[in-house]
């Protein structure tokens, strides 16, 4: 079963519940965000674990794989979730995320942004497994994107994000079946 972390408006938790994926749980860090109203429409179970509401990144992460746990969670996808995991969470289950580009280039947050401000011809999508790191971990799929002249952060994000939408899903089922490790 597959517990997905999410902090925004959840296109790429649609993109998994579009597949059908063995989604038990949902957890957000932000109140309110838009992927929470899509979990509970399709009926997945959801929980806001705000850092504010814990002394600690562990004690936050502690509780909430506390919660994925007693969902039968086994395997967490980040979904545009932007905090970092720390030890005790990774400890307990193997996590991928996403990310909107060709790792290791563009880590963090404004991987479009840096992409287009570097000049490049292309980036990408990569699906890696989650590490204490930011977007180091084992990298497991990636597929290359161009950048079109003219590109905005939006023009090119759009173009990502489609890609994602179909190679998250992807990348999850092959890793649930054995056919992708790192």
């Given at each position: 079963m597959i517990g997905v972390l999410v902090s925004g408006r959840g296109t790429n938790l649609q993109a998994l519940l579009d597949e059908a994926l063995p989604i038990a749980a949902v957890a957000s860090n932000v109140p309110g965000a838009g992927a929470l109203a899509r979990a509970e429409a399709a009926?997945?179970?959801t929980a806001v674990f705000a850092l504010a509401d814990y002394g600690s990144r562990e004690e936050r992460d502690t509780a909430m794989a506390a919660w994925l746990a007693g969902h039968?969670?086994?395997?967490?996808?980040?979904?545009?979730?932007?905090?970092?995991l720390t030890r005790p969470f990774l400890a307990r289950f193997?996590?991928?995320?996403?990310?909107p580009s060709l790792l290791p280039a563009f880590p963090g947050t404004t991987p479009v942004e840096d992409a287009l401000a570097a000049g490049v011809r292309e980036t990408g999508v990569t699906v890696h497994?989650?590490?204490e790191g930011v977007?180091?971990?084992?990298?497991?799929?990636q597929e290359?994107?161009?950048?079109e002249p003219g590109d905005t952060p939006e023009s090119l994000?759009?173009?990502l994000h489609a890609v994602e939408h179909r190679l998250l899903?992807?990348?999850v089922r092959r890793y649930l079946a054995g056919g992708l490790r790192s």
């Open positions: 009926g997945v179970p039968d969670v086994e395997l967490v996808v980040c979904a545009g979730y932007m905090h970092l193997p996590a991928l995320n996403v990310h497994v989650v590490d977007d180091t971990g084992p990298v497991l799929v290359p994107v161009p950048v994000r759009e173009r899903p992807a990348a």
